[in-house]
């Protein structure tokens, strides 16, 4: 216990480093340089004309930004949506945890593909709405929020997917973003004991039965929800540089705030992931920013490994992902899993580096926890399960929910944690005898 308390206290002094200011530097850095790479690689003419293709889309699970809207208005539409983020977090008076770290990272990975800020405003005003009922102040919910804008896409698929006029299906669309925002944050705090922390996307659980809710309404009345996935190529060079230059660029700050060393990381490396594990909090600002760095880059060369086109999907989930470093992930709980899900596509009928099956793998990883716990041949097998089933959920909400990896996340999570505990509990008792 006091072995337990002296960690404790090292950390505390440790995760007193950077302001919370500064942590919201570094955020809106990120942002205009997402802008600014957009601005470099098209014309302003070319950018306004792409936002809005953006903003006038469904953006269903998987429409590349790059392929929609040109290079330049996809990067511009990330800075943007960022940006209002951060001035979300500034409003409602929050601190930059290792959970807001990565509800931000995964507003800038999915405004690649899906989300915009056409469609993530009237997400946020729902649970502006639901914190003004239940009287909870909303940094307390800012998390629901953020991450929330993840079924941005059902709001723009009733305003310009279903068929109403847009005097008609704008309203519609902002209406069904407030009814959904509303839903978030209590749902979210239910569904949450089904997989007992082991999937980091909770939200993404949560917005996988918000999702299904509307798709079911919509197809009540005759809508038609299918859709193709728009993918983008040819763009490597860009967003594969982006990528090495933003995980470049988090590693050395990182570095350079932890007093150029990387004293505790083998204690975070220890930590299991199981929600809610704030590695800001218990391991400091700097370090914290090394391990997303190490995450993003095992991540970015998995894909390149099993030779994935680097498009928006694939860069944008690698973001997000990276974002989970300040959340739960870390080399040893995500490798298991990537092992998993790569295996599974192998033996499988999957294509290895078909961009839904490497954005499975790299979202996958949000079972990292089931490796943490139970080890490494549990993670494998998460993996593995979780491919199976990824693959054959997006019908159910039709790709309305961007974070279809965290819905089936949560459904392998709870199906895996009783029996991988039955079986601990079994081999501990043997053991003992």
């Not at 993840?150 to 698929?157: K, R």
């Not at 919509?218 to 299918?226: A, K, M, N, V």
Request: contains cysteine; positive net charge; glycine residues 12%.
């Amino acid at each position: 216990m006091k072995k337990s308390l002296n960690i404790q206290q090292k950390n505390h002094d440790v995760r007193s480093e950077v302001s919370n200011g500064k942590r919201r530097l570094v955020l809106i850095a990120l942002s205009f340089m997402l802008i600014a790479t957009g601005l470099l690689n098209d014309s302003f003419v070319n950018i306004a004309a792409g936002i809005r293709n953006i903003i006038m889309n469904r953006s269903n699970l998987l429409t590349d930004y790059i392929a929609l809207g040109g290079i330049g208005a996809a990067f511009v539409n990330s800075g943007l949506t960022a940006l209002l983020a951060v001035a979300v977090i500034v409003a409602s008076k929050a601190t930059i945890t290792g959970p807001v770290m990565a509800a931000v990272f995964s507003v800038v990975g999915y405004s690649v593909f899906g989300k915009n800020l056409y469609n993530s405003i009237p997400i946020y005003l729902g649970v502006l709405l639901y914190c003004k009922v239940s009287g909870t102040p909303y940094k307390n919910c800012l998390t629901s929020a953020l991450f929330g804008t993840c079924l941005g896409p059902a709001v723009s698929q009733v305003s310009f997917g279903i068929g109403l006029s847009p005097a008609i299906g704008i309203p519609a669309g902002y209406a069904t973003g407030l009814v959904i925002g509303f839903l978030m944050q209590p749902i979210a705090s239910r569904v949450v004991k089904l997989h007992n922390g082991l999937s980091l996307y909770n939200i993404g659980f949560a917005a996988g039965v918000i999702g299904l809710a509307v798709a079911s309404v919509l197809r009540l009345f005759g809508c038609d929800l299918s859709h193709e996935n728009l993918l983008s190529s040819g763009y490597k060079s860009v967003t594969l540089t982006f990528l090495l230059l933003i995980l470049t660029l988090t590693f050395v700050l990182g570095f350079w705030i932890h007093g150029k060393t990387m004293k505790n990381y083998g204690l975070l490396l220890k930590n299991s992931g199981q929600a809610v594990a704030d590695f800001i909090d218990l391991y400091g600002y700097g370090l914290t920013l090394m391990n997303m760095a190490f995450v993003g880059y095992i991540l970015t060369f998995y894909a390149l490994l099993v030779g994935a086109e680097i498009n928006g999907p694939v860069m944008g989930c690698t973001l997000m992902a990276t974002g989970f470093g300040a959340f739960g992930k870390h080399p040893r709980n995500i490798i298991p899993v990537l092992t998993g899900i790569y295996l599974a596509s192998v033996v499988g009928v999957y294509e290895t580096h078909a961009t839904g099956v490497v954005v499975a793998a790299v979202f996958g990883t949000a079972l990292a926890p089931i490796a943490g716990k139970y080890g490494a041949v549990a993670g494998v097998l998460a993996g593995a399960f979780h491919l199976s089933i990824v693959m054959n959920t997006g019908y159910l909400h039709a790709g309305m929910n961007l974070y279809n990896n965290g819905f089936s996340a949560g459904f392998v999570g709870g199906i895996l944690d009783p029996i991988l505990e039955i079986w601990t509990s079994k081999m501990k008792k043997e053991g003992s005898q």
